[in-house]
Structures are given as structure tokens and as C-alpha cells.
């Protein structure tokens, strides 16, 4: 089984080459949607944050609100990096478990595992990959 990684900044079309991939038959793994799962609501990642950021970011329902997190971590570094700390281990954790769930199911040897890591190369999970691809558009296109 090949492990490939994509990465890239955001709106340059990495799950654009994620879906082409899937189309041809590869497995998919978003990180994005990962990095939402650990943070549902009681998980430990979830009260984690809560107990460094407050209740104060938690919408009606106990859901993190994505929004006053992001205002917060975006205008101070150390929280930023703090929040990076209780995330990124938890969605490398929830990846791998992915991984090791389609190698069980998975004979074929050159089965393809694609997985979309925006912060792939800043996290430092790039030796995890037998291939990493790096998506790259000109500003003009991300804007589109």
C-alpha cells in the first residue's frame, strides 16, 4: 500500500486532487474533517480547549464555535500555537487509525491511500508519506 500526502494553501484545490484521486479508485483521508471530529463535543481533545479558552467559545449545543476560536487564535501566536498543541496530535492519532483500519480491509499491494494535510510540511508528518504532493496556484486563482 503507497501513502500519499497532499498539501497546499487554502482554496489551491487540494480536495479537488483528493476527489480526482478518489474517482481512480484511491482511498481518501481529509484532515479537515478529521481535525472537526476531534473536537465534537465531551471528546478529550474538546475539553481540552475548553479548559485553556473558557466556555465562553462553545455555541447553545456544547459545539465549539469555530468562529470566536478562530478570532482568538489568529490575533495571539501563543494560543494559536496552544490550540495547534491540543489538535494536531489528536488528528495525526485519528490518521493513522484510518490508515491502519484500510490496511486491515485492503489486499491489494498497490492500493493507493491519499491523504489531505494542509499543515502536512508545518507538523512535520511529511516522513509518514511515501509521496507528498504539494498543490500550488497563484494568489490570483485562490481568489476565484
Known sequence: MRLVGITGGMASGKSLVLRTF?????????????SREAVVPCSKAWWEIVRFFGDGILKND????RTKLRAI????????????????????????????SIKK???????????????LIETEMQGGFDTVIVVYVSEETQIR
Open 22 to 34: 478518489t474517482n481512480l479508485g484511491a482511498y481518501a483521508i481529509d484532515c479537515d474533517v478529521l
Open 73 to 100: 487564535v489568529f490575533s495571539d501566536v501563543k494560543k494559536r500555537a496552544a490550540l495547534e498543541k491540543i489538535i494536531h496530535p489528536e488528528v495525526r492519532r485519528k490518521c493513522v487509525e484510518r490508515i491502519e
Open 105 to 119: 480491509i485492503e489486499s491489494k499491494p498497490n492500493a493507493l491511500v491519499v491523504v489531505d494535510v494542509p499543515l
Open 62 to 65: 456544547l459545539a465549539i464555535d
